[in-house]
């Protein structure tokens, strides 16, 4: 049964487009042989739109962008040398916009190593978790304010949010994912001392557990995780947290593995009423761009996420394996350096032509 799906591809800044346009060849090449259609919008937003329109998500692109089925992003950001843009406006009235908007509450970035290729850890073991990091509440949704401004008795809070029902949904997917990985879940919070939401996290997960006797848990303190996550990732499966602590493990996690240019994440909205969108871990990376050097692996990766949200699990197995193999012979035979964009996203291309 043939079908098509619609894609919105926002290219961004930077090394955003050069590396999305690998991306869409490894789609391609993957697909090849399926009786399957993806149909691609480019948008043209971030930075260098803003510059030039003065608009950061118009209401009516943000509607159009409703209607896709998914949504493969670069990366925005501006250059910090470029004094003509506010810092801010495009990570608050874009990036964020389109997560709460779309209700991206899962936040999802898999986070391995590759056989042979090395990381910064002194453990040569490999391990391969996944950080499920809850994306609509937490300290994140604005809520507070600042009493006495510039005065020397000034107070600024930031208070975090936690409903039952956002932290009841992304734990309810971790658990999913627990159960269809090797089973382990381990709950990071700071319940100690963070007591009322951590709490809730606290009876949000034992109310689960008891639908998945299959899949085991522990708890784990932020502070702790950080230390375990370097000293013996291998112990995680599936990490479920909240959207603060979130933000940092996942930049720790994509640190001990790869680094920055392998690291995929999407931003999913589990109940299916928008379009999910899969993005690289990594920025615009304005030092580099224009360069054709930046490394599109993390946007291959993406890719594969993205054929694996949509149902297309061989496609996307296809892309994983591919960037799997390519990387390990890389490191081995110690012929990865000093490829440009293109000839990384051509080999991927080839290792997938050989998988169909
Ligand atoms: P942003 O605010 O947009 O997230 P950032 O300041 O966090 O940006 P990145 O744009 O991610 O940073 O870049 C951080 C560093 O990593 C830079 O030196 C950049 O050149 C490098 N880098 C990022 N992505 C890649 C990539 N795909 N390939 C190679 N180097 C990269
Ligand atoms: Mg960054």
Redesign the pocket.
Known sequence: MSQTFSIAVIGGDG?GPE?IAEARRALNAALAHEDTTLQYTDYELGTSHWLKTGETLHEETLESLRAHDAILFG?V?ADPQDKRIPSGVIERDLLLKLRFELDHYINLRPTRTYPGVPTPLAAAEDFDFVVVREGTEGPYVGNGGTLRRGSEHEIATEVSVNTAHGVRRVVADAFRRAASRRGRLTLVHKHNVLTHAGNLWRRAVEEHAAQYPQVSWDYMHVDAATIHMVADPQRFDVIVTDNLFGDILTDLAGAVSGG??QAPSASINGEGTAPSMFEPV????P??AGQGI??PT?AVLCAGLMLDHLGLDQAAARIERAVHTQLSQWAEQDTGQGLSTTERGEAYVSRIKALT
């Open positions: 090394i590396v990366a950001g920055i240019g990594h920025g615009s990376a030092d580099i930046a490394d993390a």
